[in-house]
């Protein structure tokens, strides 16, 4: 394996590991060395696109799931009442918050303050 092979299969590890911005990392070294072929700048230029599109989609999805709770904040007090009740039921921390789709530092914050 030459040094491009090593690189190559390095980024795609990588990116199988889910580590997308260290993959996008090496693929950029990768793309931008005038040493290297056509053919692997071509090559890296391509898996760039492809990762910083699934990137952007995972923003996207990031985006649209806050945009799909706007009035979070206006029911504090109520989801405060809801957790300490379901607190009270027995429930653990995990089943409140798929229940209430609240974080997990909010639930630990208003079982502390109780």
Not at 3 to 18: H, I, N, R
Not at 77 to 91: C, P, T, V, Y
């Amino acid at each position: 394996m030459n040094g491009v092979d090593l690189l190559k299969f390095k980024a795609s590890t990588l990116e199988s590991k889910g580590l997308l911005r260290r993959a996008i990392s090496i693929w950029q070294d990768i793309s931008i060395n005038p040493k290297l072929s056509k053919h692997d700048r071509d090559q890296a230029m391509r898996s760039l696109n492809r990762l910083t599109c699934a990137i952007q989609q995972k923003a996207d999805i990031r985006t649209e799931k806050l945009k799909s709770h706007p009035d979070r904040y206006k029911n504090v007090e109520s989801d405060k009442e809801k957790i300490m009740h379901l607190f009270r039921q027995g429930l653990t921390t995990k089943e409140i918050q798929q229940i209430t789709q609240r974080s997990r530092d909010f639930i630990y914050n208003c079982k502390k303050k109780s």
